[in-house]
């Protein structure tokens, strides 16, 4: 993590190789999941508490908010069932699967770690025509890879009927951005079609919204690239793909962290982490890599060495 106002002052952890930061709370303590354990854990390696409940997985980033934590988790069922045969004109109603994955939003309560609730997108997600073709992996139909909540009234307006504690999903599958009510959950916005397998939705102070977009570049440079869309007529108005001596390809990951109006990025697969200085209106590219980390690749270790290189600048 960086230290407020010095990005000369980096703290990353690189300890055990299980443990999955996501979120920093202060310059020591940060979440984190461990073999789908969630902790809360100390740069020092100590972990001040576990909770140890099995009976779902925990993946990727989340996100706190009312003294909640938010976790992308998964719950296994097997195919076909109740739910499944609901999905009327689609490809997974047509699933035959034992111990399939239904993506799931898992709450905790952030001073003890007891968990409060699990959210079924399944469930969610079912009426959403406009996205059931997408829906062809029957072992992971959505994949949800990040929830960030809104906590600024200003970012809230953005959206129709948004609201403080609404819930932004990116699930990578169904290639699929979504704002959910963080009280009933049901849906209120959703985009697609401008990006491929996502991660990392961020919205800005101008209205706009900064995806990674995984999979929607050519490969010379690298798959990889960052898109701006428009929040209101979800339009994309620009996006930054690595030309010339640049690279950017991220085939599982790839993170976008918006601090005082400046751009961040985090490459997993190549272990860099560099500021994106754009000085244009929208995201192009015009914007210039400014490289601020750089670790040392294992080939050995692509996965855990790119997981525990998670998180950086604190939220």
């Known amino acids: 993590m960086i230290k407020k106002n010095n990005l000369d002052d980096i703290k990353v952890y ?43 997985a925990l993946h990727h980033w989340g996100d706190i908010y009312d003294e909640k934590i938010y976790v992308p988790g998964k719950i296994f069922a097997n195919l076909p069932n109740e739910l499944s045969s609901s999905y009327t004109n689609s490809h997974y109603s047509n699933c035959r699967l034992k111990n399939a994955t239904n993506d799931t939003i898992e709450i905790f309560d952030l001073n003890t770690g007891k ?55 990116s699930m990578a599958k169904i290639h699929t951005i979504m704002l959910i009510d963080g009280e009933n959950f049901n849906i209120k916005w959703f985009t697609f079609g401008s990006f491929t397998r996502q991660h990392s939705p961020r919205v800005t102070d101008k209205g706009t919204m900064l995806i990674f977009d995984n999979e929607s570049s050519l490969p010379a440079n690298g798959m990889s690239r960052i898109i701006e869309i428009d929040i209101e007529t979800k339009e994309l108005l620009g996006f930054y793909e690595a030309t010339g001596k640049d690279y950017l390809d991220v085939k599982r990951g790839g993170r976008i962290q918006l601090y005082d109006n400046r751009i961040f990025i985090l490459e997993p697969d190549h272990m860099r982490y560099f500021e994106l200085v754009c000085n244009t209106q929208f995201i192009s590219n015009q914007c210039k890599q400014k490289s601020i980390l750089k670790l040392e690749e294992d080939p050995n270790h692509f996965l855990s060495n790119s997981m525990s290189f998670s998180e950086i600048v604190i939220n």
């Open 115 to 169: 968990h409060l609730r699990t959210i079924n997108l399944m469930e969610i997600i079912k009426n959403l025509k406009e996205i059931l073709p997408y829906m062809k992996d029957c072992a992971n139909p959505l994949h949800l890879n990040d929830i960030r909540i809104i906590k600024e009234v200003k970012h809230a307006n953005y959206f129709p009927n948004g609201k403080i504690g609404d819930i932004i999903l």
């Open 14 to 56: 690189i300890g055990d190789l299980d443990i999955f930061p996501f979120y920093a709370l202060d310059q020591d303590v940060f979440l984190a999941h461990k073999n789908n354990k969630l902790i809360k854990a100390s740069f020092s390696k100590e972990i001040i508490w576990m909770n140890v409940k099995k009976k779902f």
